[in-house]
C-alpha cells in the first residue's frame, strides 16, 4: 500500500522567511495530494492541494510542486506569519472516481517566531 | 466543513466500557471515515464507508465498530477490545466527484 513520509517534523522561521515542507510517497498511481492545516485541538483544514497533472499550484502565498518522477511533493508558504503557526500535515491517494482512501504524512509542527 | 459534526467533544470511558462517537454531516457525501490522531502520528484511518449499509476496515479496524444505516450518519463504537483508546478522533466525509475530505471538529476520548 502506499506510504508518505513527511519532514522534517518541527519547523521554525521568522516571520517574514518561508518554511518549506517535503513528502514523499511510494505507490505511483497516487494521483491526488492535499495538504492540511490544523491548529491545537482543532479539525484539519484543507489549504490546498494538487493533482498529478499538474507541476504546481499556487493560492496567495501557498504554494505546492509535484515531482512525479521522483514521487515527492512539497508545500511552500512565503513572508510566514504567527497565524501560520500549525501542524501541516500531506496526504497522496489514488483517486478512481469514488474510491478514495488518503494516507497521511505524519505532520510537521510549523513555529513562526515574530 | 462547517457541514460535519461530531459529538460529543470530550467522552470519558471506563475500563471495560464500549463508547460510541457520533458522525453526522449535512454535505449530502456519500463517503465518510474515521481516523484516529495520536501525537506525533499522524491521521490513521480506522473504517470508511463508499455508500449506506456498506463499509471497509481501515489500517486501524481491530478493536472499533460502525454502522452505516442512514447517508449522513457514520457512528463509531470504541469497544473494550481497543486497550488503547485514549487519542483525538476525526471523521470527515467527501464526495465521489471531488478527491477533497472534509473533517468535523473531532472528539477527545479519555480513560477514566
Known amino acids: 500500500g502506499e506510504n508518505v513520509e513527511q519532514h522534517p517534523s518541527t519547523l521554525s522561521v521568522q516571520e517574514g522567511d518561508s518554511a518549506v515542507i517535503k513528502c514523499t510517497y511510494s505507490d505511483s498511481a497516487s494521483n491526488y495530494f492535499p495538504w492540511y492545516k490544523q491548529e491545537l485541538g482543532k479539525r484539519p483544514q484543507l489549504i490546498i492541494d494538487i493533482r498529478s497533472n499538474v507541476g504546481e499550484k499556487k493560492d496567495q502565498r501557498i504554494a505546492v510542486t509535484l515531482n512525479k518522477t521522483a514521487k515527492h511533493f512539497s508545500l511552500h508558504i512565503t513572508e510566514t506569519q504567527p497565524e501560520d503557526s500549525a501542524v501541516y500535515f500531506c496526504a497522496a491517494s489514488n483517486w478512481e472516481g469514488g474510491s478514495e482512501k488518503l494516507v497521511f504524512g505524519k505532520g510537521t509542527k510549523l513555529t513562526v517566531n515574530p | 466543513d462547517g457541514g460535519i459534526t461530531q459529538s460529543p467533544k470530550y467522552l470519558f470511558r471506563k475500563e471495560g466500557q464500549n463508547v460510541t462517537l457520533s458522525c453526522e454531516q449535512n454535505?449530502?457525501?456519500?463517503?465518510m471515515y474515521w481516523y484516529r490522531q495520536d501525537p506525533g502520528q499522524g491521521l490513521r484511518l480506522i473504517y470508511y464507508?463508499?455508500?449506506?449499509?456498506?463499509?471497509q476496515k481501515g489500517d486501524i479496524a481491530e478493536g472499533y465498530s460502525v454502522s452505516r444505516e442512514k447517508k449522513e450518519s457514520f457512528p463509531l463504537t470504541v469497544t473494550s477490545a481497543q486497550k488503547n483508546p485514549t487519542a483525538f478522533y476525526l471523521c470527515?466525509?467527501?464526495?465521489?466527484?471531488?478527491?477533497?475530505?472534509?473533517f468535523g471538529p473531532g472528539t477527545r476520548l479519555l480513560v477514566l
Open positions: 464507508s463508499q455508500i449506506v449499509n456498506d463499509f
Open positions: 470527515a466525509s467527501g464526495s465521489h466527484h471531488q478527491e477533497t475530505q472534509y
Open positions: 454535505l449530502n457525501h456519500d463517503a
